[in-house]
């Protein structure tokens, strides 16, 4: 099974940008479709983005579009979520999942997760 470890979360203020990297271990990520989701406090955790194996093709949520860029690179085993133009609602534990070749939003069919990076945004 593939090992997944997420970095780069922090603090920051509204308007900023943060990268969050996810690692791969024991695996290549390169068969699987490869996602985003955050869980905010009190909340369920909810898709962000989502990656093909080959990167053509991806999908995200209205809430983020136009703003995240999610992205990988198979040869170093990681996978990227650009975010740009963070606001206070972006606040949330962010998680990388992989996916056996499903390009879902769904969490039900990722079966990997990482432990998560936190993000917190202020105002």
């Known amino acids: 099974q593939v090992q997944l470890v997420e970095s780069g979360g922090g603090l920051v203020q509204a308007g900023d940008s943060l990268r969050l990297s996810c690692v791969a271990s024991?695996?290549?990520?390169?068969?699987?479709?490869m996602g985003w989701f955050r869980q905010a406090p009190g909340k369920e955790r909810e898709f962000v983005a989502v990656i093909s194996q080959s990167a053509g093709t991806t999908n995200y949520a209205d809430s983020v579009k136009g703003r995240f860029t999610i992205s990988r690179d198979n040869a170093k085993n990681t996978v990227y979520l650009q975010m740009n133009s963070l606001k206070p609602e972006d606040t949330a534990v962010y998680y990388c999942a992989a996916s056996y070749g499903v390009l879902t939003p769904t969490r039900e069919a990722y079966s990997y997760w990482g432990q998560g990076t936190q993000v917190t945004v202020s105002s």
């Open positions: 024991r695996r290549t990520i390169s068969i699987y479709a």
